[in-house]
């Protein structure tokens, strides 16, 4: 692929609603500003009956 990709995530923590900053290139999405954050937002939404 040419080029930068396209990230397409808002730019804003799933969990708390901070500003991330996503670096060009390949690779994930940041989603998230830490990991503990993510593992608390899988957390809670499992427990909401989600299959995530």
Known sequence: ???QPAKSHDGTCLHCGAT???V???GRLRQFC???EGKA???RMRALGFPV
């Open 1 to 3: 692929m040419l080029g």
């Open 20 to 22: 991330l900053t996503q």
């Open 24 to 26: 060009p290139g390949r």
């Open 34 to 36: 830490t990991g503990e």
């Open 41 to 43: 937002y899988r957390r």
